[in-house]
């Protein structure tokens, strides 16, 4: 064997094994994501929720608690899986260090210690002066770890004239600085509880207005930001216009930064606007003008992707009604709603069960139908919960109160196909493996 030919072996060997290293880190950071989504999220909103209905009123149960199931459902369900997803995609596009992996690693027991230990503050209330201003220092920490290492991030080849960025690079980037702004808030406002609160919730209207930073300022951005790169390929549609991008960013920022100063109606009139530009930006209802690749997912795939962003629609008109005229929390839970489990969720569900078997390990979704059937249902208990929430919270329906559990068991039964089909698509052999085996079966 020449010099030459045992290079080349040596150079293969490596990237296999920084391709096997990367996949790794991607499903620990997606497994973790989804346990988050499962138990201090979803089990705990289904309990909140369960308490409430048999009360009829949100006012008895804890903030602290409400928040717990928030915090883990944001940061620990899709902040985990955007830092994965984050790593992989930039040392798939191009040169990340060497050392990327090992960050990753430790950008994880950050994240994962700062998020398990908010939500155990927020249900125990142990030592909680001290482990809440921790937690959000832990999850900074991870993020700045993150960004640290992607800032090294290079083009593979790079070109002797430079081009310009993608539309979807930049909304990428901005709603990421968005998730910086908003672990510093997170920092200021737990320090604050800690030093002056006499709970480990955060002050309730404060919460309820910064809520407006990480929905609208940066997990809706970040979805933008990916669907500019991934539906023109997955839905076949037409390349996205970037200047309606960029304005629906900017006006969402606006929306979300003016909420907290207590521009409510103007913040919530914003959200109808940002969602309309970012629908015509990205051609969302126009008909495709490629074939949709549908390979690995259910044929309903451009359906669910579509219906989130009629979710998105609901959920900023919502916000405006619910500016105007909430009085128990109804509208404001309603809209909410419609954004995180309608719009979020959903392009989660159905974007993850696209992309997530490739990344986690080059493999094929474990099942079709359970794909259909989880967005099935998440859409089904999300219709359910944003038609019984106003007219329950808000006095004007009274047998609403018992759609509201039946919503939260269909909500909890989606989540849980979501998670069992990641999971066994996990527990699979790689693609190419898996035909071998067929093959020989
Ligand atoms: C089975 C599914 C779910 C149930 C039963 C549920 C239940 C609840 C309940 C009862 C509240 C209290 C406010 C209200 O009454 O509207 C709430 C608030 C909240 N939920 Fe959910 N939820 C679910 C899923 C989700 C998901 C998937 C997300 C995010 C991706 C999410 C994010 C939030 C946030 C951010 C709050 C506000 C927390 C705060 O006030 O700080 N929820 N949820």
Redesign the pocket.
């Known amino acids: 064997m020449t010099a030459h030919n045992t290079a080349v072996d040596e150079n293969r060997s490596e990237i296999v094994r920084r391709e096997t290293g990367l996949q790794r880190l991607v499903t620990a950071y997606i497994l973790a994501g989804l346990l988050f989504m499962l138990l201090p999220?979803?089990f705990l909103?289904?309990w909140?929720?369960l308490s409430?209905s048999s009360t009829h009123t949100?006012a008895t149960l804890s903030p602290a608690w409400?928040?717990a199931?928030?915090h883990a459902?944001?940061f620990g369900?899709?902040g985990t899986f955007i830092l994965g997803i984050g790593f992989y995609s930039l040392s798939k596009m191009g040169n990340l260090p060497a050392f990327a992996i090992s960050r990753g690693w430790t950008c994880f027991v950050l994240w994962a210690a700062g998020v398990s230990m908010r939500w155990t503050v927020n249900v125990t209330a142990w030592q909680w002066r001290f482990l809440l201003p921790l937690s959000a220092v832990l999850e900074l920490a991870a993020f700045l770890t993150f960004f640290r290492t992607v800032a090294h991030h290079r083009p593979e080849q790079p070109s002797a004239t430079p081009r310009p960025k993608q539309p979807w690079m930049l909304v990428v980037v901005g709603s990421t600085i968005g998730f910086l702004v908003i672990l510093v808030v997170n920092f200021g406002v737990t320090s604050y509880a800690a030093l002056r609160g006499g709970s480990p919730a955060i002050p309730s209207p404060l919460?309820?207005h910064l809520?407006m930073l990480p929905t609208w300022g940066f997990l809706v951005p970040a979805v933008w930001g990916f669907n500019a790169r991934w539906l023109p390929v997955f839905l076949g549609l037409e390349a996205p216009g970037a200047r309606r991008l960029y304005a629906a960013l900017l006006v969402a920022w606006t929306a979300a930064i003016a909420m907290p100063f207590g521009f409510a109606v103007f913040s919530a009139a914003l959200l109808p606007v940002a969602a309309l530009l970012a629908v015509s930006a990205l051609h969302v209802f126009k008909p495709a003008t490629q074939p949709p690749k549908l390979n690995g997912v259910h044929a309903s795939f451009p359906i669910f992707v579509r219906g989130a962003y009629v979710w998105l629609l609901v959920a900023a008109g919502l916000s405006i009604a619910a500016a105007l005229a909430d009085r128990e929390?109804g509208i404001w839970?309603a809209s909410?709603?419609a954004l995180?489990?309608g719009f979020?969720?959903t392009m989660v569900f159905a974007i993850g069960q696209k992309i997530l078997p490739a990344f986690c390990g080059a493999r094929v979704l474990f099942s079709k139908q359970l794909m259909l059937a989880s967005l099935t249902l998440l859409n089904l208990g999300c219709a359910l919960r944003v038609g019984s929430?106003i007219p329950a919270y808000e006095g004007y329906l009274r047998q609403a109160w018992s759609v509201l559990p039946v919503s939260?068991v269909i909500?909890?039964t989606a989540?849980t196909l979501f998670a069992a089909n990641l999971a066994f698509t996990f527990l699979r052999p790689a693609a190419h493996l898996l035909r071998e085996q067929q093959a020989t079966a």
Request: aromatic share 4%; no cysteine.
């Open positions: 999220g979803t909103g289904v909140n929720l409430i949100a409400l928040q199931h928030g459902q944001i369900w899709l919460d309820q809520l929390g839970g909410r709603h995180t489990v979020l969720s929430e939260a909500e909890l989540v």
